[in-house]
């Protein structure tokens, strides 16, 4: 008995052996830029400065402003171009923001291009710790009667 070589198996044609397509690199950041963009279009369109209108905020009915209290409204504010009313809701946020969006168009250029942006450590562990540090300062401030014009 002679032994016979298996058949040959068609290749299929590709860049790279376990080479994501641009489209499996930028799905995550398209996903979360599209449902961020589908939230700000709801909010919008439906008013949170109309009591009720999203629910109730477990920390609020409690007469506590965590750090994200009043950021709906603040979203609905920019999407109005109400730069002031948007501070007033949540001047946290309104200052995050430009930080926030320069990190999406970050991700998603560094996924298109196929290389990721990498911020190194020494960098995101004090920027973390401030951020931590100014986010508490603020939850505190806004929650005694000297910073009551930072509450929603």
Same mark, same amino acid.
């Given at each position: 008995?002679? /032994?016979?070589?298996? @058949?040959? &198996?068609?290749?299929?044609? *590709? ?22 963009? &589908?939230?700000? +279009? ?10 009720? *209108? ?5 920390? !609020? !009915? ?9 950021? +709906?409204? /603040? ?13 007033? *809701?949540?001047?946290?946020? &309104? &200052?995050? +923001?430009?930080?926030?969006? %320069? ?15 990498? %911020? ?7 920027? /973390?710790? %401030?951020?931590?540090?100014? =986010?508490?300062?603020?939850?505190? =401030?806004?929650? +005694? @009667? ?5 509450? @929603?």
């Amino acid at each position: 008995m002679t /032994a016979t070589a298996p @058949p040959p &198996v068609a290749e299929t044609p *590709s860049t790279e052996e376990g080479a994501a397509t641009r489209w499996q690199r930028v799905r995550g950041p398209a996903l979360v830029i599209g449902g961020l963009g &589908v939230a700000t +279009l709801a909010l919008r369109l439906r008013d949170p400065h109309q009591h009720g *209108s999203w629910g109730i905020c477990p920390s !609020a !009915a409690m007469g506590i402003y965590c750090p994200g209290c009043g950021g +709906l409204r /603040a979203v609905n504010d920019l999407t109005h171009g109400d730069l002031a009313g948007a501070a007033s *809701s949540n001047l946290a946020f &309104v &200052v995050a +923001l430009p930080f926030i969006l %320069v990190g999406l168009a970050l991700w998603a250029l560094g996924r298109w291009r196929g290389r990721p942006y990498r %911020v190194p450590m020494s960098v995101i562990t004090p920027t /973390a710790y %401030v951020s931590l540090a100014l =986010l508490t300062i603020f939850t505190v =401030l806004r929650n +005694l @009667p000297v910073g009551s014009w930072l509450a @929603p």
